[in-house]
């Protein structure tokens, strides 16, 4: 079982990067598929999350317009589009497997039995 994270780059504010989460191990109709970041010096933020029951995603506040999260179940691979980027959007982004969503939203670590190596965002002012 392994998640796989990839995407990150250094991108302008205003700009915009897909991250894309590649599992492998099992399905994503059997698990909740999330996403959460965490900056140097700062706890760990859930981000957003896709249902595998019947795709619904759930955001956080403060990326609920600007993010965009989407699963290819052909391709077991969940992506989150990140648009209107901002410079505190720098942080590693992980993506991570859930019983369901608000597992896989959780900041603890408990709650979620798979996550990937992360791969890092960076937006420059």
């Known amino acids: 079982v392994q998640l796989v994270e990839s995407g990150g780059g250094l991108v302008q504010a205003g700009g915009s990067l897909r991250l894309s989460c590649a599992a492998s191990?099992?399905?994503?109709?059997?698990?909740?598929i999330g996403w959460f970041r965490q900056a140097p010096g700062k706890g760990r933020e859930g981000l957003s999350c896709?249902?595998?029951?019947?795709?619904?995603?759930f955001y956080t506040g403060s990326v609920k317009d600007r993010f965009t999260i989407s699963g290819d179940k052909t391709k077991n691979t969940v992506y989150l589009q990140l648009n209107s980027l901002k410079p505190e959007d720098t942080a590693v982004y992980y993506c991570?497997?859930?019983?369901?969503?608000?597992?896989?939203?959780?900041?603890?670590?408990?709650?979620?039995?798979?996550w990937g190596p992360g791969t890092q965002v960076t937006v420059s002012s």
């Open positions: 191990g099992f399905t994503l109709d059997d698990y909740a």
């Open positions: 896709i249902s595998s029951s019947d795709g619904r995603a």
């Open positions: 991570v497997r859930g019983i369901d969503c608000i597992a896989a939203m959780s900041t603890r670590a408990t709650d979620y039995d798979k």
